[in-house]
Nanobody
Framework: QVQLVESGGGLVQAGGSLRLSCAAS????????MGWFRQAPGKEREFVAR????????YVADSVKGRFTIPRENAKNTVYLQMNSLKPEDTAVYYC?????????????????WGQGTQVTVSS
């Protein structure tokens, strides 16, 4: 079992930045690839980014490419989502998730463990 807790959400103006954190506890954090998803009101949850267990590979959705990055610190059992140049359409609840597989995974059903989410609101 892995427990995930997100933090760092809030209200920011368009063009601003936020860094979300996802702290993991339980089984060995470095065993897991980590992902970020988001869900806006009335929309389905969508993939944002993923990082491999050792940080060697990252994948970022086209909608956020060039603006968001997904670093991790295994020594701190934490994965981040660095969000720059935020837009109102980035407003959503952001979730981190973990799974033990390798490669590209962009569907939420492919992830085993989930955090409770953190709200990000971008004002225009």
């Amino acid at each position: 079992q892995v427990q995930l807790v997100e933090s760092g959400g809030g209200l920011v103006q368009a063009g601003g930045s936020l860094r979300l954190s996802c702290a993991a506890s339980g089984r060995t954090f470095s065993s897991y690839a980590m992902g970020w998803f988001r869900q806006a009101p009335g929309k389905e949850r969508e993939f944002v980014a993923r990082i491999s267990w050792n940080g060697g590979r990252t994948y970022v959705a086209d909608s956020v490419k060039g603006r968001f990055t997904i670093p991790r610190e295994n020594a701190k059992n934490t994965v981040y989502l660095q969000m720059n140049s935020l837009k109102p359409e980035d407003t959503a609840v952001y979730y981190c998730a973990a799974d033990e597989s390798s490669g590209y995974r962009n569907r939420d059903r492919e992830y085993e463990y989930w955090g409770q989410g953190t709200q990000v609101t971008v004002s225009s």
